[in-house]
């Protein structure tokens, strides 16, 4: 190659199967009939979708853990914010968020998921800045946790799938390996 020319890889797998969950994601959105908030289903399924199946398992879970824990602490902060209207959009408000965050986190070090502290932040502070004033907000965090459920497990598929395509190929290529050596010849010493 010459010097100063930009050598530009393959595209992955990782990112085929990325392009193609977040495509699913808005297709299951329609289907839905435009319920909830394909954005974090998108999320979702980009954050599962990793180069090797242990990973995605491993991201899926601390998502799906972090998503029930911000979802739960979201919720109640949304029930009481409506019984406190002069709350509003206040820098007090702001504060009782941030200072929220403490038993969010704390939830996840009790429960020995700590991995999924980032995942309870992220929920809880999408449903409570982003979302406080929806009509009714059973529905919103319902639908709002199923959104991210959708991609994770739409990431968990997706990876599986390949996975196992993957696993295919390589037995195939130690068949041949092993095929090859037997039947090489044989070296003998005189």
Not at 89 to 108: G, K, M, V
Not at 131 to 142: R, T
């Amino acid at each position: 190659m010459e010097k100063g020319m930009v050598h530009f890889p393959p595209i992955g797998m990782r990112i085929i199967k990325s392009a193609f969950g977040v495509l699913i994601c808005f297709a299951i959105y329609f289907l839905r009939g435009k319920q909830g908030t394909p954005f974090y289903s998108a999320l979702a399924v980009l954050w599962c979708i990793q180069n090797q199946s242990k990973n995605t398992v491993q991201n899926a879970l601390q998502r799906t853990v972090g998503t029930g824990i911000g979802a739960a602490y979201g919720l109640i902060y949304i029930l009481i914010k409506q019984r406190i209207p002069m709350l509003g959009d206040s820098f007090l408000h702001y504060c009782i968020i941030s200072l929220a965050l403490i038993p969010i986190i704390y939830t996840t070090v009790v429960i020995k998921q700590k991995k999924a502290s980032y995942f309870s932040c992220v929920v809880f502070l999408s449903i409570v800045v982003n979302h406080l004033m929806d009509e009714n907000p059973y529905i919103f965090v319902a639908n709002r946790s199923l959104d991210t459920l959708i991609g994770i497990a739409l990431g968990l598929a997706l990876n599986y799938r390949y996975m196992k395509k993957m696993e295919e190929l390589e037995n195939l290529e130690e068949e041949k390996e092993t095929a090859y050596e037997q039947c090489k010849p044989v070296k003998t010493y005189r």
